[in-house]
């Protein structure tokens, strides 16, 4: 008789879930469920009403919490006034540094000691923390994350986020912190890179980084998608406001077409190589300009995780005192920056490149009227193949930056493994060639100045 009084308790509950509240009934059931993720939206579908009798026994035989979305994590809380689910991206990295000269002498004739490192760091931990409150339209992603490397920094730990709502395919509008949409990489599709959470030394020199702002995204066309932010500076971590000026000049954009459509479908949406073996050709472009006025107390410390410093193509930092001479030395810069993109996927095989142009100029500070403009332009080019379909890739890439103060470039190749077939679980194993990297700090393998041979081996989770 007890068994027999549960089990109708049960069928009572499921009985009052399936028959909605008002406020649940203003959301018809199947509604697709969009949430921002650094800028990209994954689609989710919502519960539909069940019939609490027939399924009764899957219920009692399912005694686990949540189901899984691939890039939402397990479903954590599923109500008529939002949901929330939990989101985790790690990894372990080890990183061997031995074989780069041990000094470099930059584009002024300085000679600078290089630290070369051997160790193996539980390089990045982040939760993410994600769903819809009160309207399906209204998202909120909020996330904390830390780097090991970088124990003891400003921005070791970073509590951030943002919300959004969604008013239609071609208008979400939101509002926080993610990364400005100046080159293809921080368009929001980390972490499906070829190599784990490292970029080319191109567009880690020339891209921008995370800040505070407000932002659109939509569709033009179904083919046809728009990014637009307006920000406090290129990169916030790492800087309070009170170090922040008060223009909110920082802007950034990307225009991004696909021609044959399918570029976006699978787990990696559009990040890099093609693990989903795309049986139709699918192509991208992609158009992005950005500008900001920078002062040199809005700039993150040089060692700051994620930091984006403006710095001449021999890794100087543009606000460096005496730099162009006794008694001159920079405190405001304008940055502006474009960049063009294009690749294809096709049956397991991907080739994707990227071209950058930087220009600095209107130059403030002491004795900065003699300082010309300077441009500097670069690029990259990856591709991939599937050696063995859906678990092995093979993969090489080659930037370069061209400027008055040095022409640096680096080279890699690697292989990513996926034991499961899919993007949650990958080793990734990687040697680089570094001439004269312009840029580097403690959470990514290159290093500022090295030269030589970088190799490094990382096991990375993302669900």
Not at 32 to 58: H, I, W, Y
Not at 320 to 330: A, S
Not at 398 to 416: E, I, K, L, Q, T
Request: charged share 20%; glycine share 10%.
């Amino acid at each position: 008789m007890r068994l027999i009084q549960e089990l109708q308790e049960r069928v009572s509950k499921l009985e009052a879930r399936a028959c909605p509240t008002p406020e649940a009934q203003a959301s018809p059931a199947g509604v697709v469920s969009e949430t921002m993720v650094d800028g990209v939206t994954v689609r989710e579908p919502q519960s539909k009403p069940v019939d609490p009798a027939k399924n009764l026994v899957q219920a009692e035989e399912k005694k686990g919490w949540g189901r899984y979305t691939p890039n939402l994590g397990f479903k954590l809380a599923d109500t008529e006034h939002g949901d929330l689910s939990l989101s985790i991206y790690t990894y372990a990295r080890y990183l061997n540094q031995l074989a780069l000269d041990s000094t470099y002498t930059d584009a002024f004739g300085n000679v600078k000691n290089i630290q070369r490192r051997q160790d193996v760091q539980i390089q990045k931990l982040q939760f993410k923390f994600l769903g819809w409150m009160v309207d399906p339209r209204f998202r909120y992603f909020l996330y904390a994350w830390t780097s090991n490397a970088t124990q003891g920094q400003g921005a070791q730990v970073v509590l951030a986020g943002n919300v959004s709502f969604k008013f239609s395919d071609h208008f979400t509008f939101a509002g926080g912190i993610r990364s400005l949409p100046g080159t293809r990489s921080v368009e929001g599709n980390f972490p499906f890179w070829l190599g784990v959470d490292s970029r080319m030394i191109a567009d880690e020199f020339m891209r921008p980084s995370y800040t505070s702002g407000i932002w659109a995204t939509g569709d033009i066309t179904d083919r046809l998608k728009y990014q637009v932010m307006v920000g406090n500076n290129m990169s916030t971590l790492g800087v309070s406001a009170s170090r922040l000026d008060n223009g909110l000049n920082t802007f950034s954009s990307a225009l991004v077409w696909f021609p044959t459509g399918k570029f976006e479908e699978g787990f990696s949406g559009q990040g890099w190589g093609d693990l989903e073996n795309h049986q139709e050709l699918a192509t991208r472009f992609g158009l992005h300009f950005s500008r900001s006025d920078e002062n040199r107390e809005s700039q993150p410390g040089s060692d700051t995780f994620e930091n984006t410093q403006i710095r001449l193509t021999d890794g100087t930092i543009i606000f460096t005192p005496d730099l162009f001479g006794p008694d001159v030395t920079v405190s405001d810069v304008r940055w502006r920056m474009a960049s063009f993109d294009g690749g294809f996927k096709y049956r397991g095989f991907s080739v994707e490149g990227d071209y950058f142009l930087r220009w600095l100029g209107k130059f403030r500070g002491t004795n900065t009227s003699g300082i010309p403009d300077i441009f500097d332009h670069g690029f990259q080019l990856q591709g991939s193949a599937m050696v063995v379909p859906r678990t092995l890739q093979a993969y090489l890439g080659h930037s370069r930056v061209f400027g008055d103060y040095g022409d640096p470039w680096d080279f890699r190749f690697g292989a990513n493994w996926f034991p499961f077939g899919n993007h949650v679980i990958r080793w990734n194993t990687e040697a680089l060639y570094l001439y004269k990297s312009p840029v580097g700090y403690s959470s990514v393998p290159f290093v500022l100045g090295g030269k030589g041979w970088v190799f490094h081996s990382t096991l990375e989770m993302a669900f």
